[in-house]
T-cell receptor
Framework: DAKTTQPTSMDCAEGRAANLPCNHSTISGNEYVYWYRQIHSQGPQYIIHGLKNNETNEMASLIITEDRKSSTLILPHATLRDTAVYYCIVRVTNAGKSTFGDGTTLTVKP | DAGITQSPRHKVTETGTPVTLRCHQTENHRYMYWYRQDPGHGLRLIHYSYGVKDTDKGEVSDGYSVSRSKTEDFLLTLESATSSQTSVYFC?????????????????FGEGSRLTVL
């Protein structure tokens, strides 16, 4: 699986959009971009994934650049409950291995 | 939660003793995974399984073994626990789409098993 690079930490004001970047310059053509988050010591939670088109669901939007070398997770109206560690990973859908980095710690402030 | 149950949720043991963690799923998913997470760090893959009796190593497999004798159970064993294996262990499954019956790649995690080796 391709390696990803994320900033260690970010802050966001409550009610504003949180934009979390991820670089995956070695992504292969059949690899998808997945985002997860982990709140406190709970198990990570799936957020969204995409291949090359932008995606949106009830939790977030995912913007993937045209060359697929980077992506941005957007939480449109961040709340205090969105404070968590966010992980970006790339993988093929039916592959065995999924490797997580250290993620980005997002702190939403009042 | 994809029907994932981990047991035990908490365990304290002594160095040199064997430990087995169990991951149980109720939805017949093919792929199952064991990760460990140390304070302030992300998840590291220990072992994974792609079917009954089919397993492979992850990035930190030394000191760990796994078994999958039936679809619903994936066991992680520490043959002789060491203090460096004190960690939180997460089990995960990779979900299959109910529409296309193909693997979507989404991972769903259990609540974790906190292991302390004294």
């Amino acid at each position: 699986d391709a390696k990803t690079t994320q900033p260690t930490s970010m802050d966001c004001a409550e009610g504003r959009a949180a934009n979390l970047p991820c670089n995956h310059s070695t992504i292969s053509g059949n690899e998808y971009v997945y985002w997860y988050r982990q709140i406190h010591s709970q198990g990570p939670q799936y957020i969204i994934h995409g291949l090359k088109n932008n995606e949106t669901n009830e939790m977030a939007s995912l913007i993937i650049t045209e060359d697929r070398k980077s992506s941005t997770l957007i939480l449109p109206h961040a709340t205090l409950r969105d404070t968590a560690v966010y992980y970006c990973i790339v993988r093929v859908t039916n592959a065995g291995k999924s490797t997580f980095g250290d993620g980005t710690t997002l702190t939403v402030k009042p | 939660d994809a029907g994932i149950t981990q047991s035990p949720r908490h365990k304290v043991t002594e160095t040199g003793t064997p430990v087995t963690l169990r991951c149980h799923q109720t939805e017949n998913h093919r792929y199952m995974y064991w990760y460990r997470q140390d304070p302030g760090h992300g998840l590291r893959l220990i072992h994974y399984s792609y079917g009954v009796k089919d397993t492979d190593k992850g990035e930190v497999s030394d000191g760990y073994s796994v078994s999958r004798s039936k679809t619903e159970d994936f066991l992680l064993t520490l043959e002789s626990a060491t203090s460096s294996q004190t960690s939180v262990y997460f089990c995960a499954i990779s979900r299959r789409s109910l529409v296309s019956n193909t693997n979507t790649g989404e991972l769903f995690f259990g609540e974790g098993s906190r292991l302390t080796v004294l």
